[in-house]
Nanobody, 130 residues
């Protein structure tokens, strides 16, 4: 049974930092492409960062240089270190794992993130930056 559980969200002042965690069960995190998406109220689900099975990483232009994605295979956990946070970084953050090895994550999802049904999604964690 595949499950992703996020944690680490919260409220922080602009310029602060948070680290999100996504602990997986039912699969090994270094097999599929995985990533983080963000969705603010009224906005589409946008890709923030990905880490591929070959360990290559991608960052959206808006977070490049401030966010770092990583994995700890011993803990089967993926992280998103977020520094120099801005109010526009706020929203619900979701981790996702592609359902099939080699399947790429989309740049955005129209509607709620979970409507992209080719991946396994966590329940989301809220980030508020004021």
């Amino acid at each position: 049974h595949v499950q992703l559980v996020e944690s680490g969200g919260g409220s922080v002042q602009a310029g602060g930092s948070l680290r999100l965690s996504c602990t997986a069960s039912g699969f090994t995190i270094d097999e599929p492409d995985m990533g983080w998406y963000r969705q603010a109220p009224g906005n589409e689900c946008e890709l923030v960062s990905t880490i591929s099975s070959d360990r290559s990483t991608f960052y959206s232009q808006s977070v490049m240089g401030r966010f770092t994605i990583s994995q700890d295979t011993a803990k089967n956990t993926m992280y998103l270190q977020m520094n120099s946070l801005k109010p526009e970084d706020g929203g619900a953050y979701y981790c996702v794992a592609a359902a099939d090895p080699g399947l790429a994550l989309p740049p955005r999802v129209s509607g709620p993130c979970y409507t992209w049904t080719s991946g396994y999604w966590g329940q989301g964690t809220q980030v508020t930056v004021s």
